[in-house]
C-alpha cells in the first residue's frame, strides 16, 4: 500500500498542517470564496476548521481536492481517478507538485462566474431541440467556433511521461 501511494502529496499529511499550509497561503477570506465552507468564515480558527472537517467527509475531501489541484498544481487525473477520494488517487511516478496558484476572491468571482455562464449555455444547448434544415442555420459547436487559426502554435506534446501535455 505504501509503495502505492508513494506519489500522492497527501500521503502522510495530517489536516492540521494541510490547513495551516493554505491558510498560511492564502488566507481565510480567499479558502470561504473559494470553498464556499462556513467554518473559513464565521470566526474562522485552526481547531474550529479541523473539528468541522473531521466530522464532515465531503468538506474534507472538497478541502484535499483544493489542495491537490490549486495549491500543490498537480495535473488533473482520470475519469476513474476522480472517483477515487483524494487521498486514493495516485500520481505517476517522477511528476512533483508545482507552485500553488495564485488566487484573488476577485479572480475566484470571475472564475464562478464563467463556470456558471457556460453551464447555463450548455443547459441551453442540450434542451433545445435541433433542428437543422434548409431554413436554420447550422451553428458550430463550442469547440469549432474557438479554434485558434494560427498554424505557427507548437504540437501539443506526445511524450506519455508528460501529464500537462506541454
Not at 68 to 96: C, H, N, T, W
Given at each position: 500500500?505504501?509503495?502505492?501511494?508513494?506519489?500522492?502529496?497527501?500521503?502522510?499529511?495530517?489536516?492540521?498542517?494541510?490547513?495551516?499550509?493554505?491558510?498560511?497561503?492564502?488566507?481565510?477570506?480567499?479558502?470561504?470564496?473559494?470553498?464556499?465552507?462556513?467554518?473559513f468564515?464565521?470566526?474562522?480558527?485552526?481547531?474550529?476548521c479541523?473539528?468541522?472537517?473531521?466530522?464532515?467527509?465531503?468538506?474534507?475531501?472538497?478541502?484535499?481536492?483544493?489542495?491537490?489541484?490549486?495549491?500543490?498544481?498537480?495535473?488533473?487525473?482520470?475519469?476513474?481517478?476522480?472517483?477515487?477520494?483524494?487521498?486514493?488517487?495516485?500520481?505517476?511516478?517522477?511528476?512533483?507538485?508545482?507552485?500553488?496558484?495564485?488566487?484573488?476572491?476577485?479572480?475566484?468571482?470571475?472564475?464562478?462566474e464563467?463556470?456558471?455562464?457556460?453551464?447555463?449555455?450548455?443547459?441551453?444547448?442540450?434542451?433545445?431541440?435541433?433542428?437543422?434544415?434548409?431554413?436554420?442555420?447550422?451553428?458550430?459547436?463550442?469547440?469549432?467556433?474557438?479554434?485558434?487559426?494560427?498554424?505557427?502554435?507548437?504540437?501539443?506534446?506526445?511524450?506519455?511521461?508528460?501529464?500537462?501535455?506541454?
Amino acid at each position: 500500500m505504501i509503495e502505492l501511494q508513494q506519489n500522492n502529496p497527501l500521503h502522510g499529511l495530517k489536516s492540521e498542517t494541510m490547513v495551516s499550509e493554505l491558510v498560511d497561503f492564502y488566507d481565510w477570506k480567499i479558502l470561504y470564496a473559494a470553498l464556499r465552507l462556513e467554518c473559513f468564515n464565521n470566526n474562522p480558527s485552526l481547531e474550529s476548521c479541523l473539528k468541522f472537517l473531521k466530522k464532515t467527509e465531503w468538506a474534507r475531501e472538497r478541502v484535499e481536492s483544493f489542495y491537490l489541484y490549486r495549491f500543490k498544481s498537480m495535473p488533473k487525473g482520470s475519469a476513474a481517478q476522480f472517483e477515487l477520494k483524494p487521498r486514493e488517487r495516485g500520481f505517476a511516478d517522477g511528476i512533483v507538485p508545482r507552485k500553488p496558484q495564485e488566487l484573488t476572491v476577485e479572480l475566484i468571482a470571475e472564475m464562478r462566474e464563467k463556470a456558471t455562464a457556460d453551464y447555463e449555455e450548455m443547459k441551453q444547448n442540450n434542451s433545445r431541440p435541433k433542428q437543422y434544415g434548409k431554413d436554420k442555420p447550422r451553428v458550430q459547436d463550442n469547440y469549432a467556433q474557438n479554434k485558434r487559426s494560427d498554424k505557427n502554435r507548437p504540437a501539443p506534446s506526445q511524450d506519455p511521461s508528460n501529464p500537462w501535455g506541454k
